[in-house]
């Protein structure tokens, strides 16, 4: 994997920060700050941004037991002007956690479409639907979407799917599902709710198990170093049909347990996910496999 050069670092003389932690943190905000700049999003925005976000962050996760917390010992903690942290723990900051209606809906679609028998063919595919409803009232998309939802036209649906890239329509005005998850080809907003969730869940459970939390959770990936461009495609492909697999079989099991009994007293969530990434290397090195 190509190593971006790690000069221009900040220094750290006087602080009890980690050279360590230093490297690690540009390389996960590489990914972000290539974002915000494609996106036109600048520094002093995003500063701004950060300043609420070590607030909030202050507030929630570090609590003094007893004990109220005040704009001193917040400014103490996180190195905001007291002043701003007046303003901004005055301004309301509603953020919005559940996924916009249309990825809810299409969560839902998806996994009826992928899992209910009605809608599989006989080797256990999703199968064609047609677009209209059947005179013998048998599987269609109208059917499909009006079983979810009785608020939504199942054309707006699908015009909005198919920009999404997610179903095609064939010659028989058939709709046929392109993917077994929902997981859209286009679509900047719906794709920036799973960026979101996805890392931020994959960087919570790391960050649990850098700072010793108890049991750790499950992080692991495997590298590979030295592959010709044919090697890493095959090994997308293995990876993304075992992948889907995994995904599938635990989004099954979680649904059964979840209809078994009804939850009492706290309730969790739960993510486990997926990845695959692949760039050129700066220079030639042996292969190297690596799992952790």
């Given at each position: 994997m190509e190593?971006?050069?790690?000069?221009?670092?900040?220094p750290?003389?006087?602080?009890?920060?980690?050279?360590?932690l230093?490297?690690?943190?540009?390389?996960?905000?590489?990914?972000?700050?290539?974002?915000?700049?494609a996106?036109?999003?600048?520094?002093?925005?995003?500063?701004?941004?950060?300043k609420?976000?070590?607030?909030?962050?202050a507030?929630q996760?570090?609590?003094?037991?007893?004990?109220r917390?005040?704009?001193?010992?917040?400014?103490?903690?996180t190195?905001?002007?007291r002043?701003?942290v007046?303003?901004?723990?005055?301004e309301?900051?509603?953020?919005?956690?559940?996924?916009?209606a249309n990825?809810?809906?299409?969560?839902?679609l998806?996994?009826?479409w992928?899992?209910d028998?009605?809608?599989?063919?006989?080797?256990?595919?999703?199968?064609?639907?047609?677009?209209?409803?059947?005179?013998d009232g048998?599987?269609?998309?109208?059917?499909?979407?009006?079983e979810?939802?009785?608020d939504?036209?199942?054309?707006?649906?699908l015009?909005?799917?198919?920009?999404?890239?997610?179903v095609?329509?064939?010659a028989?005005?058939?709709?046929?599902?392109?993917?077994?998850?929902?997981?859209?080809?286009?679509?900047?907003?719906?794709?920036?709710?799973?960026?979101?969730?996805?890392a931020?869940?994959?960087?919570a459970?790391?960050?649990?198990?850098?700072?010793?939390?108890?049991?750790?959770f499950?992080?692991?990936s495997?590298?590979?170093?030295?592959?010709?461009?044919?090697?890493?495609d095959?090994l997308?492909?293995?990876?993304?049909?075992?992948?889907?697999?995994?995904?599938q079989?635990?989004?099954?099991?979680?649904r059964?347990?979840r209809?078994?009994?009804a939850?009492?007293?706290e309730?969790?969530?739960?993510?486990?996910?997926?990845?695959?990434?692949s760039?050129?290397?700066?220079?030639?090195?042996?292969?190297?496999?690596?799992?952790?």
């Open positions: 190593e971006h050069p790690e000069e221009q670092v900040p750290t003389e006087g602080l009890d920060v980690s050279p360590a230093v490297q690690a943190l540009r390389r996960l905000l590489r990914p972000i700050v290539r974002l915000l700049l996106r036109h999003i600048t520094y002093p925005y995003l500063i701004q941004l950060l609420s976000l070590f607030i909030e962050v507030v996760d570090f609590p003094l037991s007893g004990k917390q005040t704009d001193s010992r917040i400014s103490l903690l190195g905001v002007h002043k701003d007046r303003r901004l723990l005055g309301s900051r509603a953020v919005a956690t559940s996924p916009p990825v809810s809906l299409g969560i839902r998806v996994t009826r992928s899992r028998p009605a809608y599989l063919d006989e080797a256990g595919l999703p199968r064609l639907l047609p677009r209209l409803p059947q005179p048998s599987p269609s998309f109208e059917r499909l979407v009006g979810e939802s009785k939504i036209r199942a054309r707006a649906v015009d909005e799917w198919l920009r999404l890239g997610l095609s329509i064939d028989a005005d058939c709709v046929c599902l392109r993917t077994p998850a929902f997981v859209p080809e286009h679509g900047f907003e719906e794709k920036l709710y799973f960026l979101g969730r996805n931020h869940d994959h960087l459970a790391a960050t649990h198990n850098v700072l010793d939390g108890k049991p750790p499950l992080e692991r495997v590298f590979a170093g030295g592959l010709s461009p044919a090697a890493v095959e997308a492909a293995t990876a993304e049909r075992l992948g889907m697999d995994t995904l079989a635990l989004g099954q099991r979680a059964e347990l209809q078994a009994a939850v009492e007293g309730r969790r969530r739960m993510t486990f996910g997926v990845y695959f990434f760039e050129a290397q700066a220079c030639e090195i042996a292969a190297v496999e690596e799992e952790r």
